[in-house]
T-cell receptor, first 114, second 115 residues
């Protein structure tokens, strides 16, 4: 079955630390890839997306993600986190063969110590 | 402009009762999605509406769940004979078209608690 794995359920970092959140998916075909973020008390919103082209994509607020096709991975990174990055982060996959569906991971809760 | 709105924001119901959850998408958005988010889990796709096409109901977990979208705008998700395992946050999202081409915008969700 198609699935998206986010192995880190809760990550705790200090401000200015570097961040990398893992995301792996199990689907052999062509996919679109997304990271969504949900800040406390706010709606889920798109952080960044990969459809094609440069596998290193940049999103809002200094986040970036790298698509590594051979590893079926789309890890999220930020060089220096801020307290305001405290949120829940969801990786998601949209298979080309199922244009209407997005399969979400279970999310990673990021807590930043001020 | 206004975003996606959902009502009620919270709903507590007794096991066995029926509930209706409402979603108002962004005006002009032809695509509408329902998801369920259970505690500690990711978002689970439930159903997808696109314009006048037949909805993709492949994610509905049982025949107790149904949804409709009237006039290509407002959508209602109905859960009949609710069970405790139905307790979750139900999220609605809308977009200009297929998620493969257009960004989804999410509503605030309805937190359903079945006692």
């Amino acid at each position: 079955a198609q699935s998206v794995s986010q192995h880190n359920h809760h990550v705790i970092l200090s401000e200015a630390a570097s961040l990398e959140l893992g995301c792996n998916y199990s689907y052999g075909g062509t996919v679109n890839l997304f990271w969504y973020v949900q800040y406390p008390g706010q709606h889920l919103q798109l952080l960044l997306k990969y459809f094609s082209g440069d596998p290193l994509v940049k999103g809002i607020k200094g986040f970036e993600a790298e698509f590594i096709k051979s590893k079926f991975s789309f890890n999220l990174r930020k060089p220096s986190v801020q307290w305001s990055d405290t949120a829940e982060y969801f990786c998601a996959v949209n298979p080309y063969s199922s244009a209407s569906k997005i399969i979400f991971g279970s999310g990673t809760r990021l807590s930043i110590r001020p | 402009g206004a975003g996606v709105s959902q009502s009620p924001s919270n709903k507590v119901t007794e096991k066995g009762k029926d509930v209706e959850l409402r979603c108002d998408p962004i005006s002009g958005h032809t695509a509408l999605y329902w998801y369920r988010q259970s505690l500690g889990q990711g978002l689970e796709f439930l159903i997808y509406f696109q314009g006048n096409s037949a909805p993709d109901k492949s994610g509905l977990p049982s025949d107790r769940f149904s949804a409709e979208r009237t006039g290509g705008s407002v959508s209602t998700l109905t859960i009949q004979r609710t069970q405790q395992e139905d307790s979750a946050v139900y999220l609605c999202a809308s977009s200009r078209g297929l998620v493969s081409s257009y960004e989804q915008y999410f509503g605030p969700g309805t937190r359903l608690t079945v006692t």
